[in-house]
Antibody
């Protein structure tokens, strides 16, 4: 069965960086993209971008350009999302999901808290 | 940039009743529209894609319709497990940016 398992919760100080991992299993990793979506406490879903697990091509949300980097390691079927220069409004649950435009399987979410 | 709106923000429905949720795009997205369900503390779950195609394992009481700028998600007879927040998402002109609507919360009347 398809599974996406994310890394655990993180607490970071403003200005720091965080790197969240997403390990895929149950399907051919390079046949799908991985999208990242975040959700601030009590808020809606915000699309962050996607990465092709086939060739590493990326497409980032404009508001995150320059602060976010998405990568994959095909040897371990793992996707990564790194967010730099963290601010308090980056506090959110970060989800990875299979697919580019339509996301049929999701990770369990990783809470990233940014606090001094 | 395409902006998605949803109405109402909250919909109070009794179990067994029909629920109709609306989603509007600021410009045409053709049929490139998906619906997701999210329960508290859980990841979103794909319900509908292509405006009207149910995802694998989604019960037939969920149906989607519309094209262009106006879309509807209908739950024909609400079950207890259907009380949740529902988000629409456009993915027109991929790889252009994807946008979610703000969500509609369906709660118990």
């Amino acid at each position: 069965q398809v599974q996406l398992v994310q890394s655990g919760a993180e607490v970071k100080k403003p200005g720091a960086s965080v790197k969240v991992s997403c390990k895929a299993s149950g399907y051919t990793f390079t046949s799908y993209g991985i999208s990242w979506v975040r959700q601030a406490p009590g808020q809606g879903l915000e699309w962050m971008g996607w990465i092709s697990a086939y060739n590493g091509n990326t497409n980032y949300a404009q508001k995150l350009q320059g602060r976010v980097t998405m990568t994959t390691d095909t040897s371990t079927s793992t996707a990564y999302m790194e967010l730099r220069s963290l601010r308090s409004d980056d506090t959110a649950v970060y989800y990875c999901a299979r697919g580019y435009e339509v996301n049929d399987y999701w990770g369990q979410g990783t809470l990233v808290t940014v606090s001094s | 940039e395409i902006v998605m709106t949803q109405s109402p923000a909250t919909l109070s429905v009794s179990p067994g009743e029909r629920a109709t949720l609306s989603c509007r795009a600021s410009q045409s997205v053709s049929s490139n529209l998906a619906w997701y369900q999210q329960k508290p503390g859980q990841a979103p779950r794909l319900l509908i894609y292509g405006a009207s195609t149910r995802a694998t394992g989604i019960p037939a009481r969920f149906s989607g319709s519309g094209s262009g700028t106006e879309f509807t998600l209908t739950i024909s007879s609400l079950q207890s497990e259907d009380f949740a927040v529902y988000y629409c998402q456009q993915y027109n002109n991929w790889p252009s940016p994807i946008a979610f609507g703000p969500g509609t919360k369906v709660d118990i009347k």
